[in-house]
């Protein structure tokens, strides 16, 4: 099993701050930082089990690039791991995502 590094507390924050009611601006801080945290594996369970993946969903529809495009990279790494992807099913991703991949006006970020 791998270490998990993130700290409960900044768990709670993000997920706090991934909130539909968040301001933009938090919900574009927290999106970013769970970009950054979901590309390390030993932090996948921690980030799943906290119900992070339907935020992240449901900002694939923000509108604001870099937001939806930390979205999308956290979701790609949280689904690197085949236990994880029915969950991200589950939540909605793929309608929002093929969207994405049929608009012109999108680019979606390259890992």
Known sequence: MEEILLPVSELTN???DL???????LQ??????VAELSAESGNWDAIVAAHVIPSLVQL????RQDTVDAA?????????????????VAAGAVPP???LLQSDSHELPVR
């Open 60 to 63: 694939l529809s923000s509108g």
């Open 97 to 99: 995502m093929v969207q």
């Open 72 to 88: 999308v990279t956290a979701l790609g790494n949280l689904g690197g791991n085949p236990q994880f992807s029915p969950t991200i």
């Open 19 to 25: 909130a539909a009611e968040s301001p933009p601006h």
């Open 28 to 33: 574009d801080a927290a999106v970013a930082r």
């Open 14 to 16: 993000l997920v706090r």
